[in-house]
């Protein structure tokens, strides 16, 4: 896992500078400063842009007719003069104007002058970013009164170099200006420039030098407005600013936001952030990777007990080569004196292991703390576990991508059938029907086994202590979300119980590898979503679901769930979800599902959202009776056509009072719907029904060889009409068919019966001259064999010196012996029926290698035909040996309920009685 990491470390690196390198060679390309301008100002370009409308949402808002004219990657080397509309549905009143990613590398005086079809007067939003840009003169944004957003980002600008003497002044309106990308290798004075643009909110600019003086200068003060400053780089290398010297924020006292994320800091002075104390909100200090958790701490000195700082960014503040991470409790000794932070994100930060003394005996977060992320770190199982408790004000948790291995229920929460684990502890349970509390100690019972008593009516809450966290999972007790996804946890879920957490209402487990989902687990009565997608399970038990009474959204979608939902295959597949009666959203998608129990969904009558899509569903079986379902879908599924019930089902939900105002929808794509005269009924409804029905646009169906598109609503009415010309006036085919096959049938009848009766006598001899030859006396005397010995070949030393001398010499029997009593020049199958038929009886020595031999196989079946052609008992088996029921064939095990069976004795003493007895059944 770690050489991964170091490899994609190394490719990212690689990418990010040999784009840097690409805008670099942009760069050199660019033709000289004192030539560019003269050429534009002589030359006269024309323009042919599109009319379009804005992307996006902040550009929409600024310009109420969002209309543009995106002049973008046209190959422009200047500002055109003249601007030809491709679309003349939009006037000259255009509100925005895209010169993006284009070669212009000068804005030359009055470059945005007014032309005979286009003026500049109503212009908010200018794009010149991704240009050649090296030069702006002073007059460039004369005209631009009204502009509100300039983008000059990804160009070749140098601060002072490429910038004349008061160009922004005409910028009187301008909110937001971007230059990253550019090259400022320090920001002396640019507040004498940028002073003029007193309404300016947003700031976005790159520091280029790690040296450089990048103090904001006297003149940002009077840029009362300005509210959110972005240092952050676009890519690894376009901030680099190294240290946050003292001064650099004084004269920005009105920042709510502040990004200095990924440039490459690796100090931050102590006071540098002391004038933002009363203002900033927002702080980004992620992507530093020389920082670390000690230069962020030393950073927020500036800020102690700040009331306005709410939230804190400060991921992968450590380089993806370190070590790993112990955090400890004085890394939290600045942020638990800010009185209103709210969300603190640290996330890649290679954090392996909690120092106990961050949650006890005091837990060091602050208790205005809400939000906590730890996603992308490595955080393995430690004594810490047990005191997560006691950051009680934590409401929402994210702990994904922790790529863990070890069973997260292995200390504690795993049913112990043998002892309690919960010792010298009580835990209150209610029963539901009525309503009755208990308090169970369980130092003498196991709460599993008062479950099993009572399952559906089981509920189960505990609040956490010291102690108690030692045996059960404990979580803080505001928690609502928690999010725990993408970190492949290899294990089951067996019955636990969870203790403190009666407010969470949001788990996120999917991407991880919970194989089978035994449960229940106890203490999320409150859960109101639980995503398990994606955990590539096979076993869902019954009890499973019953841990959550209250669950409105169920993803368990993407796991390998076909069997358990199988009631062919499963006898429980019917009471899986028995106990979601509140659910309104169920993602069963991509299940490998191909039977579904009719029950499944009885109880569901709050159901909304029924996802069923990609699995293997051919016939549709289940019932459906939630009156405000609205969604379902089931494409990508084998279903040739829908039944009747549910069609009628789902036409009566446009009707239903849970669905007024809202459209009923099926969405069936892709699946091999049939075009046949049986369907006539299924794609009428198709067509009148009020339902709207989604398809793909490669659907099709075949008809009379032809393939039909099923794209369109007016796809499905073409299909309804050539059935309709296909089947009608043909229903008498189906009448002559039934008819010609009622009169065959009698026919054959009357036919059968003369010939039986004709033939009445002849049968009646043939019956009891049979029968006679069976029971006539004496009949016994014509087997030349007592009985024939059928046997496995390497018992025939146990024949020659065992069976023949017990049997023979002593109780005076006659035995055929295949190895002494086969003819010569006969085959081996016909000695065998030949043996069977002389013979009185048939021994059969069972033991292992009788059954796997082909031979013995072929006795046993012979035997068993001349039984019942001869109507006589002339089977006696023998059992040599124990063998397991499990490991007999079926016909064994039915043979061994209906013929003689004797067991051969282990104790020799009782071998006299044995072959006497066996004596006695040959004979009789």
């Known amino acids: 896992m770690m050489t991964s990491h170091i490899l994609t470390y190394l490719v990212y690196t690689y990418l990010r500078v040999a784009f840097a390198n690409d805008i670099f060679e942009k760069c050199n390309n660019t033709r000289p400063f004192n030539s560019t301008i003269g050429t534009c100002l ?5 323009a042919k842009c599109l009319n379009d409308n804005f992307s996006t949402y902040e550009d929409v808002k600024r310009c109420q007719n969002n209309r543009c004219i995106k002049c973008s990657n046209l190959g422009l080397s200047c500002i055109p003069d003249k601007y030809i509309l491709k679309s003349p549905f939009l006037d000259e009143k255009a509100c925005g104007l895209d010169l993006s990613q284009n070669l212009i590398d000068a804005l030359p005086d009055y470059a945005f002058k007014d032309t005979s079809n286009l003026s500049f007067l109503y212009i908010r939003v200018l794009y010149l970013n991704e240009n050649r840009l090296r ?16 983008n000059l980002t990804e160009n070749c600008l140098e601060w002072k170099d490429s910038f004349q003497t008061g160009v922004f002044m005409p910028l009187e309106a301008i909110e937001v200006i971007n230059f990253k990308r550019n090259k400022f290798f320090d920001f002396i004075d640019l507040d004498n420039e940028f002073h003029y643009m007193t309404n300016l909110s947003q700031l976005y600019i790159n520091p280029y030098n790690a040296s450089g003086n990048f103090t904001l200068g006297p003149g940002f003060r009077r840029l009362t407005k300005l509210l959110r400053i972005s240092f952050s780089g676009l890519s690894q290398n376009d901030c680099s600013v190294n240290t946050i010297t003292q001064n650099m924020f004084t004269n920005t006292l009105n920042v709510l936001e502040l990004s200095l994320r990924e440039c490459n800091i690796t100090d931050i002075d102590e006071q540098a952030l002391l004038p933002l104390n009363n203002t900033v909100a927002d702080l980004d200090l992620s992507y530093n990777k020389e920082l670390s958790f000690t230069g962020m701490n030393k950073a927020l000195k500036g800020l102690r007990y700040s009331q306005a700082l709410k939230r804190l960014r400060a991921n992968m503040i450590y380089s993806n080569l370190e070590l790993g991470i112990e955090f400890k409790e004085e890394h939290l000794e600045n942020i638990k004196t800010l009185q209103n932070i709210e969300t603190l994100n640290i996330d890649l930060n290679k954090i392996e292991i909690f120092n106990k003394k961050v949650f006890e005996p005091e837990s060091q977060w602050p208790t205005s703390l809400k939000n906590l992320t730890l996603a ?14 006691m950051a009680e004000h934590i409401i929402r948790l994210d702990i994904s991508r922790q790529h863990l291995d070890y069973d997260p229920f292995a200390n504690y929460g795993r049913m112990d059938k043998q ?6 502890h009580n835990i209150m349970y209610t029963n539901i029907s009525n309503h009755e509390f208990l308090e169970l100690n369980l130092n003498t019972i196991d709460w599993w086994s008062v479950f099993k008593t009572s399952p559906t009516t089981f509920s189960l809450t505990c609040e956490c202590d010291n102690m108690l966290s030692k045996k059960v999972m404990c979580l803080p007790k505001q928690i609502e979300t928690i999010k725990w996804r993408q970190s492949f946890i290899y294990s089951a879920i067996p019955p636990a119980v969870i203790c403190g957490a009666s407010q969470l209402k949001h788990l996120y487990m999917s991407f991880n590898l919970f194989h089978t989902w035994q449960g229940p687990v106890l203490g999320l009565s409150n859960l109101e979503l639980l995503d398990l997608s994606d955990n590539y399970c096979k076993n869902l038990t019954k009890y499973f679901f019953l841990g959550f009474p209250n669950l409105l959204v169920l993803n368990i979608s ?44 009885r109880d569901m009558t709050y159901l909304e959202k029924l996802n069923l899509s990609n ?22 599924n084998k279903l040739s056509t829908l039944p009747e019930n549910l069609t009628t089902y789902l036409e009566n939900l446009t009707r239903s009072a849970c669905n007024k105002g809202r459209n009923v929808t099926l969405v069936l794509g892709n699946n091999p719907l049939v075009c046949s005269c049986k369907q006539l009924p299924f794609w009428k409804w198709l067509n009148v029904g009020k339902v709207q029905v989604h398809g793909k646009s490669t659907d099709f169906c075949t008809l009379n060889g032809n393939p039909f598109p099923l794209s369109s609503m007016a796809d499905y009415r073409r299909v309804l009409l050539a059935l309709k010309d296909i089947c009608k006036d043909r229903y008498w085919v189906s009448w002559v068919i039934g ?3 009622g009169m065959f049938g009698i026919l054959m009848t009357i036919c059968v019966t003369i010939a039986l009766y004709k033939n009445r006598w ?8 049979r029968k006679r030859r069976h029971t006539h006396q004496g009949f016994e005397c014509l087997f030349s064999n007592d009985a024939m010995i059928s046997y496995a070949k390497d018992r025939a030393s146990f024949i020659k010196n065992k069976v023949v001398p017990a049997l023979e010499n002593i109780h005076q029997l006659k035995l055929w012996v295949a190895d002494r009593d086969s003819m010569p020049g006969a085959s081996v199958a016909e000695n065998i029926v030949h043996a069977i038929y002389s013979s009185r009886k048939t021994v059969l020595l069972v033991d292992e290698k009788y059954l796997n031999s082909s031979w013995c196989v072929y006795d046993l079946n012979m035997a068993r035909q001349e039984s019942v052609e001869s109507n006589r008992n002339l089977i006696i088996v023998v059992m040599m040996e124990r063998i397991p029921s499990m490991k007999l064939p079926l016909n064994i095990m039915r043979m061994l309920r209906n013929e003689i069976v004797l067991e051969y004795p282990e104790n020799e003493q009782y071998l006299d009685a044995f072959w006497t007895n066996l004596a006695l059944e040959i004979n009789k």
Request: a positive charge; charged letters at 15%; glycine letters at 6%.
């Open 42 to 46: 002589r030359q006269s370009t024309v």
């Open 135 to 150: 030069w702006i003169s002073s007059h460039t944004f004369d005209g631009l009164s009204h502009l509100e957003y300039l």
């Open 376 to 389: 992308g770190n490595r955080l393995t199982a430690g004594k810490y576990m047990n005191s997560v408790f």
């Open 419 to 424: 002892t309690s684990l919960y010792n010298r």
């Open 558 to 601: 993407g796991n390998m769930l076909g069997r358990s939902f199988n009631p062919f295959k499963n006898d429980d597949a019917h009471d899986l979800f028995a106990n979601l009666q509140h659910i309104r959203t169920i993602d069963m998608s991509s299940l490998k599902i191909v039977d579904l129990s009719q029950s499944l969904f």
């Open 615 to 636: 699995n293997y569903i051919t016939t549709w079986t289940t019932d459906l009776r939630s009156p405000c379902l609205y969604h379902l879908d089931v494409s990508g």
């Open 739 to 741: 008819a010609s096959s």
């Open 762 to 769: 002849k049968l009646r001899y043939m019956y009891y001259n």
